[in-house]
């Protein structure tokens, strides 16, 4: 592999030559790998990845997304005094201007600065950490509050439409591709208990009670890079979702991720449950840092976005598994499924807790 990235970084504006080439395995979609090259002086580090063309069908318009924002986003940190090269994304630029090479496969690939001396976590080490992460989804919607949002395409459509999201598995519940159903009936019938629920936020999106933000649309906890010498949370990372969407999703998604006592690919289900003081410690920081941006009515529907990411994202891992496993990538077999069985029975505990969830929310208003 070393050959051919070297071939593919040569294609970028980077400073030096390529020397090592360390792959990051956290994501679910692209391959990723951290890039050091030699300067003469002290060594420069990129990020490198492959976008997944499966996932992203216009590559182009992710990238494009990707720059507007970064772009929007150094002004806004530079203007109040911050770090812009640590607190948003660097696009580093193919030799031909464009934010992204083609290789002679017809694969896409981009480059970014790679931020040094912070650290992206899969779990919750300090619940400090969680706060500060809560902070930084919330400020990352606040500085985009007048971002012009007709300017962001579209580009995968539906991505948080729950209802359709619901009405997708269930079609292919119904096709079977692969023979697959008879292993996950019971995971089944969880989600036909909760196909009513799929629509309400977008039921309050449609009669105007919500109104499309630019969110993330991808909140995971591990989308955070935190700061080694200080724990606070430096930076976004994984734009590739930036989109218009309901700020509930974002807030949701975080919590489905971070807030599980266990893995997001448990398999002893005896683990799993909503821990309501990590559930506190995102809330506080998310709902501060939102707190005269966002309408009441969007903060108090923020627990809604928590129960519906967690059967969403479900639904999704489930699909992906009757239909061959195609979306996500997995590590071993039937990781989609115990990917699904988690976060099943983290949204039957967040429903059985969902009044504490309101009172918890309600208290940051």
Request: charge should be negative.
């Amino acid at each position: 592999m070393a050959p051919e990235l070297l071939e593919i970084i040569q294609h970028f504006r980077i400073e030096g030559a390529g020397t090592e080439f360390h792959p990051i395995d956290t994501g679910h979609i692209n391959s990723t790998y951290r890039v050091t090259c030699e300067t003469g002086e002290n060594p420069k580090r990129y990020t490198l990845q492959k976008i997944n063309k499966y996932v992203f069908k216009q590559p182009e318009l992710v990238m494009a997304n990707i720059c507007a924002v970064t772009e929007f986003l150094r002004r806004k940190i530079a203007a109040s005094g911050g770090d812009p090269s640590r607190e948003t994304l660097t696009v580093i630029p193919a030799v031909d201007g464009k934010a992204y090479h083609i290789d002679d496969d017809g694969e896409y690939w981009r480059m970014y600065e790679y931020v040094d001396n912070a650290s992206t976590y899969d779990t919750v080490v300090n619940p400090e950490h969680l706060y500060n992460a809560g902070c930084a989804f919330g400020r990352f919607q606040t500085q985009l509050a007048d971002f012009p949002i007709e300017k962001l395409h579209d580009t995968i459509p539906n991505f948080h439409n729950t209802r359709k999201r619901f009405d997708d598995f269930f079609a292919g519940v119904e096709a079977d591709p692969c023979g697959r159903v008879k292993d996950a009936l019971p995971e089944i019938e969880i989600l036909k208990k909760f196909r009513p629920l799929s629509s309400f936020l977008l039921e309050k999106q449609e009669a105007g009670i919500l109104p499309l933000r630019v969110t993330h649309n991808d909140t995971k906890y591990n989308n955070i890079l935190i700061d080694n010498a200080t724990n606070k949370a430096l930076c976004v990372i994984d734009l590739d979702t930036v989109m218009p969407g309901l700020a509930a999703y974002d807030f949701g998604d975080a919590i489905r991720f971070a807030a599980n006592t266990a893995a997001e690919d448990e398999t002893d289900l005896s683990r799993v449950s909503l821990d309501l003081g990590l559930y506190e410690r995102f809330a506080s920081g998310f709902v501060g840092s939102v707190s005269g941006f966002l309408r009441d009515e969007e903060v108090a529907l923020l627990p809604y976005g928590a129960l519906l990411m967690t059967l969403e994202v479900g639904s999704r891992f489930l699909l992906d598994y009757l239909t061959g496993d195609r979306y996500f990538r997995i590590h071993r077999p039937n990781h989609n499924l115990e990917r699904a069985r988690t976060q099943l029975v983290l949204a039957t505990d967040m429903e059985r807790r969902f009044g504490e969830m309101n009172d918890i929310v309600r208290k940051y208003l």
